[in-house]
T-cell receptor, first 111, second 116 residues
């Protein structure tokens, strides 16, 4: 059973607009959530994270929102740039257990 | 720091052959793991290690063996390759998995394996 779900396999956004990537999880024991970005032929790279004690974390153009009651998190990218085109993975963890990844969402930012 | 390195970058095997994918990190990370990425399946955990001499199975461990004799190295062995093991393999490392350190994992560049 998938514990971390990214229900949108792909998303297209115009340059300069907001990109919103969504992620749902089923395990209420998860206490830390991360977003990774992956370009073709490269390994995933860490983008931003959030602890379950927070509901928002911001880093430049990237903001992650966590809604614990809905078991939902989202990544906002504002403004979107062509270089943001990549696959984005949501991941979740709880203490002493490995990260669990979603299947990823391919973001295409169109100039 | 080189970070996480993986060799080889590409490999083609015939069914039944064995091989070892190499992974090394120079960040003194305790935790290392292996993932495979398949189209539409995301990143699935194969095996992981919380320190030298300690390994455990992930979500998809069948057909793979690991060992961790040093902090730096975490090789993944395919005992008898099958076409279902055609995939891109990523090694990752981090300081720990939840003893007060960051959960952030650093990934290697990947090994693309094809089994014919």
């Amino acid at each position: 059973d998938q514990q971390v779900k990214q229900n949108s396999p792909s998303l297209s956004v115009q340059e300069g607009r907001i990109s919103i990537l969504n992620c749902d999880y089923t395990n209420s024991m998860f206490d830390y959530f991360l977003w990774y970005k992956k370009y073709p032929a490269e390994g995933p790279t860490f983008l931003i994270s959030i602890s379950s004690i927070k509901d928002k974390n911001e880093d430049g153009r990237f903001t992650v929102f966590l809604n614990k009651s809905a078991k939902h998190l989202s990544l906002h990218i504002v403004p979107s740039q062509p270089g943001d085109s990549a696959v984005y993975f949501c991941a979740a963890s709880r203490i002493h257990t490995p990260l669990v990844f979603g299947k990823g969402t391919r973001l295409s930012v169109i100039a | 720091n080189a970070g996480v390195t993986q060799t080889p970058k590409f490999q083609v095997l015939k069914t039944g052959q064995s091989m070892t994918l190499q992974c090394a990190q120079d960040m003194n990370h305790e935790y290392m793991s292996w993932y495979r990425q398949d189209p539409g399946m995301g990143l699935r955990l194969i095996h992981y290690s919380v320190g030298a001499g300690i390994t455990d199975q992930g979500e998809v461990p069948n057909g793979y063996n690991v060992s961790r004799s040093t902090t730096e190295d975490f090789p993944l062995r395919l005992l008898s390759a099958a076409p279902s093991q055609t995939s891109v393999y990523f090694c990752a490392s981090s300081y720990s998995i939840g003893t007060g350190y960051s959960y952030e994992q650093y990934f290697g560049p990947g090994t693309r394996l094809t089994v014919t």
